[in-house]
């Protein structure tokens, strides 16, 4: 893998004089050439912003509560109206201190119920993909370096794993989880069981695409050269095939995400996540669907939220393949 | 015997001094909220025109043995006659009983294991045939197959002496009336034999299956398509799932009908079936239609709109059903094993937050205790400070946790069907308000379906998986203390699985129920309901939530409009429409 020389728009206006006889051309890795070619892509860096900005939310959600909104789970019957049961004021009850406006019926405050949500959708999301992207990565690999009856039995078993019902496995795992169980008890078993069912199923996606991409690394000079020079399977597999395998997983994993917020938001939506009064952005919508017609600004924030981290993930995703492999473009 | 007599006379004499026309001081032509409640609406005995009703899903079935919606009980009086029915009045009266086909109502034996009722003469089938005693039992007869008619209720199945008889479409007898428990010794004369003593047997009597069905005419589950009516109207026309029309039936005499109420005002009732619910509404409130006939309240949408605007609420009428929200207290599962904890969730509970869940003052009223208060012999009794402090006494659950050896609370889960957001807010609100005395509550949902089959109504299930609060609801199936209270209180009724009550267990109620099935005399009966209810609220067995509401909306053209008690909707049998 060479890299292809970077005429970039800043160079353009130096002189070639000055590159021959400087004769500094500094070699750049494979991650400073992706980097650069990041730094141009103004929607994939925005994308990228949005994502640390709701990392950063997630992680201090309990500041920003207490700061901006109320406890998640405290009623305020006050701001809604006994008869209708419907927030009082314009926006579902926007105010000052109810920055999303109110839940109808009981008047919680939905800012703070969506900033903790997002806790929950973004911990199932990164550990449900962190999940499947290691178990993805090493099955593909195996099976695409080892071959033969190996890959075999593991590409079969991606097959049975993607014909999976996932969806009516998970509800009806979700369905039977017992209150107490592996030392976890409660909401945390049931995120444990949630990650676990996300992650697990969800890996044939990753490790086919590394399959295919071992199966092209095998063959290729670097490898051949190293293979002949006297290298072992697990050397080879670790120093020539696994960096360049880097990208791809990278690509991947950060498409994975998305995805799995959407999956964790429909299992919340469908009733099967979390148990009530945990707040989570599938189970809000879940709850609002009732009120569409009186309030329907009662759906708008969680939805919001939903569209917003899945758009941001995508488009930092897009753009971080673009930047890693070009000639995917 | 002689006080049942009495009691009929009683009740037609106050028939006669409410009977609806419209000198009559119970009634209003002017547009408020509630008009429609315990009064006449726009009294008018002007006949003619069309009443418009529209569904939003479909019919369980037009078939007098195979109905069990409310809606379908009320409207059903259109065409045909039970033995006993609702008087077709506003207020209490709605909710009592008064002879239709029969000449009076039912005359027991001492034992109340008998029953009697002489038909009236001279009422006739749409072709002209007399109806007879014979139809009626055949009409009964074939509502006992469950094969045939799965949907009707199954109190004949449950109460006759049947003696292994299952179906007309199996008798031997040549006229297919074999049944035993059934004597029709002349043409006039209808004798239940009970198996068990029963004071309300005037409430099966009303029935829908006790409609006469000419068995010459019957096409078991076909017989649905054409009805043969012995009421005031007769199908016209009808589409299975899509609409139908009800034309007058020229051999109806109102004479033969003094007791009832029926007005028979609207030449014509088209009923459309499979209308979006939404729609049903709009076209309420532009004039297009006349009824919703599901009786069940506007859509939320719509509910909104009504109550925040004067000239809609004017139109509207907020009616009482038989039905109550609340929550049953497990006293399987510790430490609701001891009263005092049972009286502290009590106290502690937040009954506006109840109410609230459940649609505010519009979805029902706070309950302080069991029976709704359109069910005849109904009393206050508010034991638990709901009417006094409605947001919750944390001071006295307190005083009952300390006394329950809980000084600082304890947890325990509570479980609703996971379909009804309405049940999901009551267990919230229930969390939040226990929370304040150190009561924690694990909130468990499960599927409606399988609620009763495999959870909450399982009691082994619900003991193993400690449900100790258990959110659910119960209507009535007709405003009685009886087929309220009997299967949700009576410890008796409790199955494995499969149940409505799901954990009261109390001798002492159980006792009173047998009571109250052998005392025949009414007065006497429905003195002993309220004993029961105060019983359950003794015991802490429940926390009464919400005495359910509908909000109804009557569009300006109808006249004779009101809500029926018996029904818990507007009375489809006595309005007509403005000429």
């Known amino acids: 893998m060479t890299a292809p020389l970077e005429v970039s728009g800043s160079d353009t206006t130096a002189t070639p004089e000055a590159v021959l006889q400087g004769g500094d051309i500094v070699g750049r890795s494979l991650g400073q050439i992706a980097w650069r070619r990041l730094k141009r892509d103004k929607v994939a860096l925005t994308g990228a912003g949005v994502v640390l900005f709701l990392i950063l939310v997630a992680i201090l959600a309990p500041w920003i509560v207490k700061l901006l909104g109320h406890p998640p789970n405290e009623f305020h019957y006050p701001v809604v109206n006994a008869d209708t049961q419907v927030p009082s004021g314009k926006y579902g009850g926007v105010s000052r201190h109810f920055l999303f406006g109110a839940e109808?019926?009981?008047?919680?405050?939905?800012?703070?119920r969506v900033i903790y949500g997002s806790r929950i959708s973004l911990l199932i999301a990164f550990l449900a993909t962190l999940l499947s992207v290691v178990i993805g990565a090493v099955m593909g690999v195996v099976a695409g370096y080892f071959g033969g009856w190996v890959d075999t039995i593991i590409s079969r078993l991606m097959d049975i794993f993607l014909a999976f019902p996932l969806l009516l496995f998970a509800i009806a795992l979700a369905g039977v989880v017992p209150d107490q169980a592996f030392g976890l008890a409660g909401n945390n078993l049931r995120i444990a069981v949630i990650i676990f069912i996300i992650g697990f199923f969800n890996w044939p996606y990753v490790g086919r695409v590394i399959r295919g991409q071992t199966l092209s690394l095998r063959e290729r000079e670097f490898v051949e050269s190293a293979r002949s020079l006297g290298a072992r399977g697990p050397y080879i597999l670790a120093r020539e095939v696994l960096p360049n395998l880097v990208a791809p997983i990278l690509v991947y994993a950060t498409l994975l995400i998305p995805t799995n917020v959407l999956f964790e938001a429909a299992l919340s939506f469908l009733g099967v996540g979390l148990r009530p009064p945990q707040a989570t952005w599938g189970g809000m919508i879940s709850d609002a669907t009732h009120w569409y017609q009186i309030d329907p600004w009662f759906m708008v924030s969680p939805g919001l939220a939903i569209f917003v981290t899945v758009l941001a993930f995508n488009l930092f995703g897009d753009g971080l393949r673009d930047a890693l492999d070009p000639r995917a473009r | 015997m002689v006080s049942a007599i009495a009691l009929s006379a009683a009740i037609a004499l106050s028939l006669a001094a409410c009977g609806g026309n419209s000198s009559s001081n119970k009634s209003t032509t002017k547009a408020a909220f509630n008009a429609g409640v315990n009064k006449v609406f726009n009294a008018s005995d002007t006949k003619g025109g069309t009443l418009r009703f529209a569904n939003s899903g479909d019919w369980d079935s037009l078939d007098p043995a195979d109905t069990y919606y409310g809606y379908s009980w009320d409207f059903i009086r259109n065409y045909g006659r039970t033995l006993t029915v609702f008087k077709a009045a506003p207020g209490a009266a709605g909710a009592q009983l008064v002879p239709d086909l029969a000449e009076s109502l039912g005359k027991p034996s001492a034992d109340?294991?008998?029953?009697?009722?002489?038909?009236?003469?001279?009422?006739?089938?749409?072709?002209?045939?007399?109806?007879?005693?014979?139809?009626?039992?055949?009409?009964?007869?074939?509502?006992?197959?469950?094969?045939?008619?799965?949907?009707?209720p199954t109190y004949f199945n449950d109460f006759l002496d049947l003696q292994g008889y299952t179906s007309p479409y199996k008798d031997t007898d040549p006229n297919k009336l074999g049944l035993k428990a059934i004597e029709t010794p002349d043409d006039n004369t209808i004798i239940f034999h009970l198996n068990q003593p029963f004071s309300g047997m005037d409430y099966f009597a009303q029935l829908p299956a006790t409609i006469p069905v000419p068995a010459a005419k019957d096409t078991g589950t076909k017989y649905k398509e054409h009805v043969v009516s012995s009421g005031p109207y007769m199908f016209q026309s009808n589409q299975l799932g899509k609409s139908f029309t009800l034309a007058r039936n020229k051999y109806y005499d109102p004479k033969t009908d003094p007791d009832s109420g029926r007005k028979a005002l609207p030449d014509k009732m088209v009923v459309e079936l499979n209308v979006n619910a939404d729609d049903i509404d709009n076209r309420l409130i532009s004039g297009a239609l006349d009824i919703a006939i599901e009786g069940t309240g506007v859509q939320p949408a719509s509910q909104g709109k009504i109550l925040n605007d004067a000239a809609l609420k004017a139109k509207a009428d907020s009616a009482v059903i038989a039905r109550l929200w609340f929550t049953v207290l497990n006293a399987d599962v510790a430490p609701l094993d001891n009263i005092h904890c049972r009286k502290a969730v009590l106290y502690a509970a937040d009954k506006t937050g109840y109410q609230r869940a459940y649609g505010g003052s519009t979805g029902g009223e706070i309950a302080t205790n069991l029976l709704p208060p359109v069910i005849p012999g109904f009393q206050k009794i508010d034991l638990y400070e709901a009417g006094t402090k409605p947001d919750g006494d944390t001071a006295k659950a307190k005083q009952e946790l300390a006394a329950c050896g809980q000084p600082n609370g304890f947890s325990t889960n509570i479980s609703y069907r996971a379909e009804r957001p309405k049940e999901k807010a009551t267990a919230e609100a229930l969390q939040q308000s226990l929370a304040k005395v150190g009561i924690k509550l694990t909130i468990k949902n499960y599927p409606l379906a399988d609620y009763t089959k495999l959870y909450a109504g399982k009691p082994d299930y619900a003991k193993a998986n400690k449900l100790g609060l258990m959110i659910y609801g119960w209507g009535a199936d007709w405003p009685d203390g009886f087929g309220f209270l009997q299967q949700i209180v009576d410890s008796r009724v409790i199955r494995p699985a499969g149940n409505t009550n799901l954990g009261v267990k109390i001798p002492a109620v159980d006792a009173l129920i047998d009571k109250a099935l052998k005392t025949t005399d009414q007065a006497e009966r429905e003195k002993i309901w309220p004993e029961i209810d105060r019983t359950v609220m003794e015991n802490a067995s429940m926390l009464p939530g919400v005495w359910a509401k509908g909000l109804l909306f009557r569009p300006s053209n109808l006249t004779n409009v009101f809500v029926n008690d018996g029904f818990g909707m507007y009375d489809y049998v006595t309005i007509g429409v403005k000429q």
Not at chain 1, 104 to 112: W, Y
Not at chain 2, 119 to 148: H, M, N, P, Q, W
């Open chain 1, 104 to 112: 109808p019926v009981n008047g919680r405050d939905l800012f703070s």
């Open chain 2, 112 to 152: 109340a294991k008998t029953w009697t009722y002489k038909i009236r003469k001279g009422v006739k089938f749409e072709d002209g045939t007399v109806v007879t005693s014979k139809d009626v039992k055949y009409a009964v007869e074939r509502s006992l197959d469950k094969d045939t008619f799965p949907n009707g």
